[in-house]
T-cell receptor, first 111, second 114 residues
Framework: DAKTTQPTSMDCAEGRAANLPCNHSTISGNEYVYWYRQIHSQGPQYIIHGLKNNETNEMASLIITEDRKSSTLILPHATLRDTAVYYC????????????FGAGTTVTVRA | SQTIHQWPATLVQPVGSPLSLECTVE??????LYWYRQAAGRGLQLLFYSVGIGQISSEVPQNLSASRPQDRQFILSSKKLLLSDSGFYLC?????????????FGSGTQLSVL
């Protein structure tokens, strides 16, 4: 699976949009982009995923560039409960579904 | 609906003692099952995964083993714990087959080996 690069940390003001970047310049055509987050001392939680089109759900939006070499996760109205480590992962759609999690981005939402 | 149970939540064990962590999934059949470990301040490391009863794949050589005695039960074991086995252990599952879009995690076990 392709590797990803994320900033180590970022701050966001409560109520504002949080834009989390991810670079995946070696992504191949059959690899999806997934985002998970991990609140302290809990298991990671799935947020969203996409292949080439932008995606939106009740938690976030995912914007994938046309060349698919980078993406941005958008939390539209960040709350204090969104403080977490956010992981960007790319993977091929295999049946055995192995995911490797890097260090992620530590997002701190401040009041 | 599907749920995943993992226990215990916290465990303190002496070096050299055995380990058994259990994970069960309810509400689904033939799930893919996973054990991950997270050292303090680090990312998640995939330890084992299983696509069926008795089928275990190991991702990294280590002091641990895994077993899947029943369809929805996944056990992580060690005969003799090392200090380096300390960490946050997470069990996870995905639906078997080709519809496995999301990885669902349990609440984790914080293991401290002293």
């Amino acid at each position: 699976d392709a590797k990803t690069t994320q900033p180590t940390s970022m701050d966001c003001a409560e109520g504002r949009a949080a834009n989390l970047p991810c670079n995946h310049s070696t992504i191949s055509g059959n690899e999806y982009v997934y985002w998970y987050r991990q609140i302290h001392s809990q298991g990671p939680q799935y947020i969203i995923h996409g292949l080439k089109n932008n995606e939106t759900n009740e938690m976030a939006s995912l914007i994938i560039t046309e060349d698919r070499k980078s993406s941005t996760l958008i939390l539209p109205h960040a709350t204090l409960r969104d403080t977490a480590v956010y992981y960007c992962i790319v993977r091929t759609y295999y049946n055995d579904y192995k995911l490797s999690f890097g260090a992620g981005t530590t997002v701190t939402v401040r009041a | 609906s599907q749920t995943i149970h993992q226990w215990p939540a916290t465990l303190v064990q002496p070096v050299g003692s055995p380990l058994s962590l259990e994970c069960t999934v309810e509400g689904t059949s033939n799930p893919n099952l996973y054990w991950y470990r997270q050292a303090a301040g680090r990312g998640l490391q995939l330890l084992f995964y299983s696509v069926g009863i008795g089928q275990i794949s190991s991702e990294v050589p280590q002091n641990l083993s895994a077993s899947r005695p029943q369809d929805r039960q996944f056990i992580l074991s060690s005969k003799k714990l090392l200090l380096s086995d300390s960490g946050f252990y997470l069990c996870a599952w995905t639906p078997g087959g080709t519809t496995n879009e999301k990885l669902f995690f349990g609440s984790g076990t914080q293991l401290s080996v002293l």
